[in-house]
């Protein structure tokens, strides 16, 4: 993990315009080919969006807010459902992709800021649920950014956390290359659009599912679940799994195999989804 005292804000102009960068480039994605399930990175993806919205329950009345929404895809899935939903990303190019996909759609219960993390621009226990997807491996300080999670969440609310389980190596096959060395987590700390394609992931920590449990729970914070998703890894898998993820029926038996996987609640999946509450506002009802 990078010392703190080495790293800059995460407001630096660099590391935001590596974001708008990412934005100008990729925004589009964002919204349907990256969760798209007919390639090995699409069906981790949409298996992890399908475990959040199943963690999240949405209902009438609620008031959700999505930290680091990109172009807004889970805002838009959410948003027939709740009472409102917003989204905050640091990167404006994700924020004008989000509100031009909300202009085409109509959708009135959406609101999209610049914002980041560490700063959130919302009165104390504004928002019921709360979601930070894929974010807290990004950040410079992950204690800041998790105080401000818990300020703008409503007693009895749920934060539903997303990261890469060992920087995405929780496989078995990514741990049996973790041992012998062929992998190994090595941080980002010069931030560009060039250097993330470089480096692979603009990751600057890594988490396991026993340091993310220890880090919330001495935070004084209520683990309501934790799950891994996408287990399917091996030598050539991105190449064996072409096909099959292109057949309706083998890309369901796969997308059926994985889900049945992942209610094992073993921490062997690429990515993990936790929902956290406040312990002091336990809420019995959830799960």
Not at 79 to 84: D, K, R
Not at 162 to 168: D, F, G, K, Q
Not at 269 to 278: A, F, T
Request: glycine share 6%; hydrophobic share 40%; with cysteine.
């Amino acid at each position: 993990m990078l010392r703190k005292s080495l790293i800059m804000s995460s407001q630096d102009s660099v590391y935001k315009k590596m974001w708008e960068d990412v934005g100008d480039d990729a925004g589009k994605g964002y919204l349907e080919i990256k969760f798209r399930p007919t390639y090995r990175i699409g069906l981790t993806n949409y298996l992890r969006e399908q475990e959040i919205y199943q963690q999240l329950k949405p209902e009438k009345s609620d008031k959700v807010l999505d930290v680091g929404c990109a172009s807004g895809r889970q805002v838009f899935q959410i948003a027939p459902y709740v009472h409102e939903v917003r989204g905050v990303d640091i990167a404006q190019s994700f924020i004008n992709q989000a509100n031009c996909h909300k202009e085409e759609r109509g959708v009135k219960n959406t609101e999209f800021r610049v914002a980041v993390i560490e700063s959130l621009p919302y009165p104390n226990s504004y928002f019921n649920k709360v979601i930070c997807g894929e974010v807290l491996e990004h950040v410079f300080d992950e204690d800041i950014a998790l105080n401000e999670l818990l300020r703008i969440l409503a007693p009895n609310g749920s934060l539903i956390i997303t990261v890469p389980n060992l920087n995405a190596d929780g496989t078995l096959w990514g741990r049996f290359l973790r041992l012998i060395k062929l992998r190994i987590f090595r941080p980002m700390t010069e931030f560009s659009h060039k250097n993330l394609r470089k480096h692979g992931d603009s990751h600057v920590r890594e988490f396991t599912t026993r340091t993310m449990k220890e880090w919330l729970k001495s935070r004084g914070l209520l683990i309501q679940t934790i799950k891994t998703v996408s287990w399917i890894d091996g030598p050539y898998f991105d190449f064996l799994l072409k096909v099959p993820l292109h057949i309706t029926i083998w890309r369901n038996f796969i997308i059926w195999f994985e889900e049945r996987l992942a209610k094992t609640g073993l921490p062997f999946g690429r990515h993990m989804i936790l929902k956290v509450s406040k312990k002091d506002y336990p809420c019995p009802n959830s799960n």
